[in-house]
Nanobody, 114 residues
């Protein structure tokens, strides 16, 4: 199984980005899926997750600004990020919850800077 995150980039504070995560198999229809991020010098953290039924949970740091969604038919999970802040700068990854080491992909870089 490969999980490929995409959609990152450079954005100004207050801007928006939409990340996508595509799976090579149908694991997203089976497991809870999460978006994780790792900022320089910090540990990787779970910022959002979504269950098979569509229930969502968010880290306090992104609650109200980020929205996770999934399209099981396309084996794809999304992360809509609004009102971005410099502290959101990180490499963003997707994985199931709890994470499986073999599923970590390269991630996608998000940089929030003016």
């Amino acid at each position: 199984v490969q999980l490929q995150a995409s959609g990152g980039g450079l954005v100004q504070p207050g801007g928006s980005l939409r990340l996508s995560c595509a799976a090579s198999g149908s694991i997203f229809s089976v497991y809870i899926v999460g978006w994780y991020r790792q900022a320089p010098g910090k540990q990787r953290e779970l910022v959002a997750r979504i269950t098979r039924g569509g229930s969502t949970n968010y880290a306090d740091s992104v609650k109200g600004r980020f929205t996770i969604s999934r399209d099981n038919a396309k084996n794809t999970v999304y992360l809509q990020m609004n009102s971005l802040k410099p502290e959101d700068t990180a490499v963003y990854y997707c994985n199931i919850v709890p994470a499986v080491n073999e599923y970590w992909g390269q991630g996608t870089q998000v940089t929030v800077s003016s």
